[in-house]
């Protein structure tokens, strides 16, 4: 008997992106999933054009922005209130393969103990090139993480799998009773290292992560990166790195704040050639990340970027 998987597409002003999510998932293989649309109040009229499209999928309103941790997590309480057995949270911006879903359930059923599995994830504007290959996160280098396998030629050297040290939350298959035993992503990061922050988590309690590399899909990401990184991605990987840092190895604050520095350095490099306030921006913003942090004590939400 095959397990009852919610599939969570979280949406924002991104309805191109979503709908063609979406219709992959319906190419799915696999007998038994449902297709849940959390819609973070958009602007775009994408609640509307998916409800015409797709009306037999259930589609949540949030109202308002809750972010990436936020709206998920609404989407998983609805999930666990249908009786779903196992959660898949997937990036709107992807394209799975027909036997993804199979491959992910079936790694998840080998060993009761697999509470999060992830899968081979390719570029989509290289599909042959990898994003995705397992996670990896070093505390004692003040929370470097790192994708393995990134920007590698599939040659078959990322074929075997085995154990994670995190799963991204660009596509992370999730058991109903790890998220009952670890909770929900933490709303307070609003956006990035909420899916860090879960994985070890989960390894703290036991769960093991592991990496599946016959699933597979499609990332949109790096494209838009093209003409730079944004504001909103700037400050928040400079803010929650902090409050990841703190909360899982306090003692490598400073090994943290030298990574910070290579970070900021890294964004003003980027911007170089778009005038003296561009390069200029990526200070601005992590100083108030670190304001923000350690002064207000602020976190979740950020008004103003």
């Known amino acids: 008997m095959n397990k009852m998987v919610y599939i969570i597409i979280l949406n924002w002003n991104g309805v191109s992106d979503t709908m063609q999510c979406i219709e992959s998932c319906k190419r799915l293989h696999y007998s038994d999933f449902r297709i849940l649309v959390v819609d973070n109040g958009s602007s775009d009229g994408s609640e509307e054009m998916i409800r015409k499209q797709f009306p037999d999928i259930h589609l949540i309103q949030t109202g308002t922005n809750l972010g990436f941790a936020g709206g998920n997590n609404l989407g998983i309480r609805y999930a666990q209130k249908q009786g779903a057995d196992y959660i898949w949270l997937l990036n709107n911006d992807t394209i799975v393969d027909e036997k993804c879903l199979d491959y992910l359930v079936r790694a998840a059923e080998a060993e009761p103990a697999r509470g999060m599995v992830g899968n081979k994830i390719y570029y ?22 790192h994708h393995t396998g990134k920007d590698c030629r599939d040659n078959g050297s990322y074929d075997t799998p085995g154990p994670a040290g995190y799963i991204t939350g660009c596509s992370v298959l999730v058991k109903k009773e790890m998220v009952e035993d670890i909770g929900l992503l933490d709303d307070n990061y609003f956006l990035y290292f909420e899916d860090v922050d ?57 090994p943290c704040h030298l990574l910070q520095l290579k970070t900021l350095l890294f964004f003003m490099k980027t911007a170089l050639g778009q005038g003296f306030s561009a390069v200029l921006r990526p200070l601005k913003l992590g100083a108030l990340g670190y304001a923000d942090f350690y002064l207000f004590k602020k976190m979740g939400v950020r008004q103003g970027l």
């Open 124 to 145: 989509h504007h290289a599909p042959e090139t990898i994003w995705f290959a397992g996670g990896k996160v070093d505390l004692e280098k003040g929370g470097l993480t």
């Open 198 to 254: 879960w994985s070890l988590r989960a390894a703290q309690k036991g769960w093991k992560l592991f990496y599946e590399p016959k699933a597979r899909l499609w990332h949109r990401e790096g494209a838009h990166r093209k003409q730079g990184y944004s504001d909103t991605f700037m400050y928040y990987s400079i803010r929650n790195r902090l409050y990841f840092m703190k909360r899982f190895a306090p003692q490598w604050m400073w």
